[in-house]
């Protein structure tokens, strides 16, 4: 009889550490669900906590955007109407402006180039005080993509941030709105041409390139390479060492002299 009893104990014993080992496996398998559950709320949670803070990183008070239509290469010299003043995209010469700080004005036309590379450019009225100049050119360092200019178009204030398809005015270079456009949309990746240069392109003010247009009518006049980069140049990393800063023009005449006499012309 005691034998009976301690082998009916030890079924008993074994079906208690079954039941309570399929228990903990249940348990775990409701853990280890309501875990994964929880971690995909937090990865849904933390994507859109990232959507927001970039969404909220570029409304800025203030800011205008605007559609572009066209952006195509228009001849260089000919005048482009644009409809923003200082203008935030369009039509444009086939050279871009190099990023950098200048004392004067430069070509619109070179300058929209620049914006659809990714560049901010940040115009101000010429009459603007010297320190507050100052204060404009320090957001320029080596290698941003920044133009910083005076701009003698109308404008909305004395100061204005352009990048592609959006503008803001302020009336001071504190301004929080200033320094979040630039944090927000230099070298965006919501611009045509993402990544090309802003270097290696034109360093002449917007005086120097007309005298050069008007010096013999026309694309000869410039320098070589302000018509316009060789095919494929725009996505070339820059040469080492090669700064992004305007340089000093060397000349205003063309690089070589061409044949007086044209070649005769076959008859068709």
């Known amino acids: 009889m005691a034998k009976k009893k301690t082998a009916e104990e030890r079924r008993q014993r074994a079906a208690a550490l079954k ?8 348990q ?3 853990l280890g669900i309501a875990g994964g559950a929880l971690a995909a709320v937090v990865v849904v949670g933390l994507i859109g906590f990232l959507f ?9 008070p203030g800011m205008a955007e605007h559609e572009i239509g066209s952006y195509l290469h228009v001849d260089t010299g000919e005048k482009v109407d644009y409809e923003q003043s200082p203008p935030v995209g369009g039509d444009h010469w086939s050279a871009w402006q190099n990023c950098g700080v200048y004392p004067s004005p430069v070509t619109p036309e070179f300058a929209v ?6 560049a901010v450019w940040i115009a101000y009225d010429p ?3 010297a320190d507050q100049v100052e204060q404009l050119n320090g957001f320029y360092t080596p290698g941003s993509y920044l133009l ?5 178009g109308e404008m909305d204030g004395p100061i204005v941030a352009s990048a592609w398809g959006r503008q803001v005015a302020v009336d001071s270079p ?5 320094q979040r456009f630039v944090r927000a949309f230099e070298q965006s990746s919501d611009v045509p041409e993402p990544g090309a240069l802003c270097s290696q392109g034109v360093a002449e003010n917007a005086e120097e390139v007309e005298a050069m247009l008007a010096g013999g009518g026309g694309e000869e006049q410039l320098p070589e390479g302000m018509d316009g980069p060789a095919e494929g140049a725009e996505g070339d990393a820059p040469a080492e060492g090669e700064g992004d800063a305007p340089a000093e023009e060397e000349s205003d ?4 002299d061409e044949s007086e006499a044209p070649a005769e012309e076959g008859s068709e």
Not at 52 to 60: A, C, E, K, L, W
Not at 174 to 178: A, H, I, P, Q
């Open 28 to 30: 775990r398998k409701i």
């Open 253 to 256: 005449a063309p690089a070589g």
């Open 148 to 152: 910083v200019t005076p701009y003698e």
């Open 52 to 60: 927001y803070m970039d969404h909220r990183s570029r409304q800025i």
């Open 174 to 178: 504190t301004d929080e709105s200033l």
């Open 113 to 118: 180039h620049s914006l659809e590379h990714g």
């Open 127 to 129: 009459e603007l005080p």
């Open 19 to 26: 039941a309570e080992r399929l228990r903990k496996e249940r």
